[in-house]
């Protein structure tokens, strides 16, 4: 069956320094994969999608990977800062309107 | 401000109730979702509709029940069948184009918790 594997202890960085979150799956090609920042009692934000096709995609300060070989995303967010400290959600999906959503990586940036 | 709105924000059930979960959008989506989140676990989808008076069954159907009469509102109830049902509750909405996976804007949840 599909699986999808974020880390699931809670990464802490310094400020200033560049985090990086990975996003693992397997038995399954997505065609897509989605990102999204969800706060403590809050809905998820979307940030970014990525296509099969795209080897890497940039939002200001973030940055996306997709490697269909390793079968893995990893998502960058440089200059990090306390305001981004937060949990982390990817959605790899092969297409159509249903997403699958890994557990999400708690994200703690630190002065 | 477009967005979705979701009532109540918690929401104390007693056994044997049936209990229904708020869901309105402004966004002129088609689409909406309804996802169960707990401690350590992914969102799991219970139902999604499409179009109006259509919805099809998720991941984890079973115990609930929604309905589409507006393209607006999706309610959820959450029916006695439920055993488990102390989770948070999230509606999310997007368009519907070709390609499909387009991002889906979520509401800020609905925290159920069994009395």
């Known amino acids: 069956s599909q699986k999808i594997e974020q880390n699931s202890e809670a990464l802490n960085i310094q400020e200033g320094k560049t985090a990086t979150l990975t996003c693992n799956y397997t038995n399954y090609s997505p065609a897509y994969l989605q990102w999204y920042r969800q706060d403590p009692g809050r809905g998820p934000v979307f940030l970014l999608l990525i296509r099969e096709n795209e080897k890497e995609k940039r939002k200001e300060r973030l940055k996306v990977t997709f490697d269909t070989t390793l079968k893995q995303s990893l998502f960058h967010i440089t200059a990090s800062q306390p305001a981004d400290s937060a949990t982390y959600l990817c959605a790899p999906t092969g297409g159509g309107n249903k997403l699958t959503f890994g557990t999400g990586t708690q994200l703690k940036v630190e002065l | 401000d477009g967005g979705i709105t979701q009532s109540p924000k918690y929401l104390f059930r007693k056994e044997g109730q049936n209990v229904t979960l708020s869901c309105e959008q402004n966004?002129?989506?088609?689409?909406m979702y309804w996802y169960r989140q707990d401690p350590g676990q992914g969102l799991r989808l219970i139902y999604y509709?499409?179009?109006?008076?259509?919805?099809q069954k998720g991941d984890i159907a079973e115990g609930y029940s929604v309905s589409r009469e507006k393209k607006e509102s999706f309610p959820l109830t959450v029916t006695s069948a439920q055993k488990n049902p102390t989770a948070f509750y999230l509606c999310?909405?997007?368009?519907?184009?070709?390609?499909?996976?387009?991002?889906?804007?979520f509401g800020d949840g609905t925290r159920l918790s069994i009395l």
């Open positions: 966004l002129n989506h088609d689409a």
């Open positions: 509709s499409q179009i109006v008076n259509d919805f």
């Open positions: 999310a909405s997007s368009i519907i184009r070709g390609e499909g996976n387009q991002p889906q804007h």
